[in-house]
């Protein structure tokens, strides 16, 4: 069975930082792109980054550009989304993803965890 698990997440002061980690297991995920989403509540589950398995194409949404990083660690089917100068909009719940590269929907997802940015 499929599994994403992600962890690191909590409370922090606006300006902050947090290190969201996503332990993949079930199978092999080196050939798939790993992402990031969120859903703040009352809104929508929004994009926030992504990467494929080799890290050429890389991708993050206008809102986190210059301040989040997503990583991996093939070797350890782990993903990682290094969230700095953090702002209290960034609050929500942060999923972890992942489908093969050419394919357009994703396959998998992890239960989520909660980010919280005080003022």
């Known amino acids: 069975q499929v599994q994403l698990v992600e962890s690191g997440g909590g409370l922090v002061q606006a300006g902050g930082s947090l290190r969201l980690s996503c332990a993949a297991s079930g199978r092999t995920f080196s050939s798939y792109r790993m992402g990031w989403f969120r859903q703040a509540p009352g809104k929508e589950r929004e994009f926030v980054a992504s990467?494929?398995?080799?890290?050429?194409?890389?991708y993050y949404a206008d809102s986190v550009k210059g301040r989040f990083t997503i990583s991996r660690d093939n070797t350890k089917n782990t993903v990682y989304l290094q969230m700095n100068s953090l702002k209290p909009e960034d609050t929500a719940v942060y999923y972890c993803?992942?489908?093969?590269?050419?394919?357009?929907?994703?396959?998998?997802w992890g239960q989520g965890t909660q980010v919280t940015v005080s003022s």
């Open positions: 993803a992942a489908r093969p590269d050419e394919q357009l929907s994703w396959n998998y």
């Open positions: 990467r494929s398995w080799n890290g050429r194409n890389i």
